[in-house]
């Protein structure tokens, strides 16, 4: 796995705006984006858009973003990602 680039997408959610971290890793034939809001993880985008969550060491409290939100968040990148390529 190699990293690639790292970006910053600004979306709209909610009356504010979220600075979505999509951090860029290579693993030979598949490119996928880790989505982050601020150090939090949020899910994986490939690079056709799918969204891939990973298992992340789920101990502790932890906050999660309401699904409704995140899934704009995801429709937002969505439609982003062709200026990100």
Same mark, same amino acid.
């Given at each position: 796995?190699?990293?690639?680039?790292? !970006? +910053?997408?600004? $979306?709209?959610?909610?009356?504010? !705006?979220?600075?979505?971290?999509? !951090?860029?890793?290579?693993?030979?034939?598949? $490119?996928?984006?880790?989505?982050?809001?601020?150090? !939090?993880?949020?899910?994986?985008?490939?690079? /056709?858009?799918?969204?891939?969550?990973?298992?992340?060491?789920? +101990?502790?409290?932890?906050? $999660?973003?309401?699904?409704?939100?995140? /899934?704009?968040?995801?429709?937002?990148?969505?439609?982003?990602?062709?200026?990100? /390529?």
């Amino acid at each position: 796995m190699e990293e690639l680039q790292v !970006k +910053t997408v600004e $979306i709209d959610l909610d009356n504010k !705006k979220l600075h979505c971290t999509l !951090k860029e890793r290579d693993y030979g034939d598949y $490119i996928v984006y880790d989505v982050f809001d601020k150090e !939090k993880y949020l899910f994986t985008l490939s690079k /056709n858009g799918d969204v891939l969550f990973k298992e992340r060491e789920m +101990t502790g409290d932890h906050e $999660i973003m309401d699904p409704r939100q995140l /899934n704009e968040v995801v429709e937002q990148l969505r439609q982003k990602m062709g200026d990100i /390529n």
